[in-house]
T-cell receptor
């Protein structure tokens, strides 16, 4: 089975940097996704890591350490529109599936 | 390109009634997923289709939930009879076989 942990809530200031952590324990692992979900909307894809290291995409970066079962999402130059839930999801391709198991999400509030 | 379409967007029913949700995936996406997202939680996979075949339905409560994808394109998810704990957002997603999943806007179900 899969067990994914991430903080429930975080608060940060506009213009600052925030790091959202995710730890996982899984029986099968083929990569880790980060999704952003604004209230009442569908999750949208942010990043994907399958190998160890840092992936940078504009203001957002994501890091993975497979040996530690750990990932983080780094958001720079925070904007008010970044207030949303950030979902960590582990992918398992066992049995021909493309199964994503999601954490409960981290609700980020960006303040002035 | 057009995204994943879902209908209805909102549905309110009484317990023990039946309800059906419809999903039209992104054109060319062979894989279709139905997720249940209870308030404050991450999405939970209910069923995954590859074309019109079921890949994973291990978390689908089969005594009351059913899903089909007859022609390998559109899909319907049905609940019969509904319980109070089925109140949630039902998200449909699609992907090329093993790539990132694109989510639809969801159907918010309230069971009273």
């Amino acid at each position: 089975g899969q067990n994914i942990d991430q903080p429930t809530e975080m608060t940060a200031t506009e213009g600052a940097i925030v790091q959202i952590n995710c730890t996982y324990q899984t029986s099968g692992f083929n990569g880790l996704f980060w999704y952003q979900q604004h209230a009442g909307e569908a999750p949208t894809f942010l990043s994907y890591n399958v190998l160890d290291g840092l992936e940078e995409k504009g203001r957002f970066s994501s890091f993975l350490s497979r040996s530690k079962g750990y990932s983080y999402l780094l958001l720079k130059e925070l904007q008010m529109k970044d207030s949303a839930s950030y979902l960590c999801a582990v992918r398992d391709l066992t049995g021909g599936g493309n199964k994503l198991t999601f954490g409960t999400g981290t609700q980020l509030k960006v303040e002035l | 390109e057009a995204g994943v379409a879902q209908s209805p967007r909102y549905k309110i029913i009484e317990k023990r009634q039946s309800v059906a949700f419809w999903c039209n995936p992104i054109s060319g996406h062979a894989t279709l997923y139905w997720y249940q997202q209870i308030l404050g939680q991450g999405p939970k996979l209910l069923i995954q289709f590859q074309n019109n075949g079921v890949v994973d339905d291990s978390q689908l409560p089969k005594d009351r939930f059913s899903a089909e994808r007859l022609k390998g394109v559109d899909s319907t998810l049905k609940i019969q009879p509904a319980k109070l704990e089925d109140s949630a957002v039902y998200l449909c997603a699609s992907s090329l076989v093993s790539y990132e999943q694109y989510f639809g806007p969801g159907t918010r179900l309230t069971v009273t």
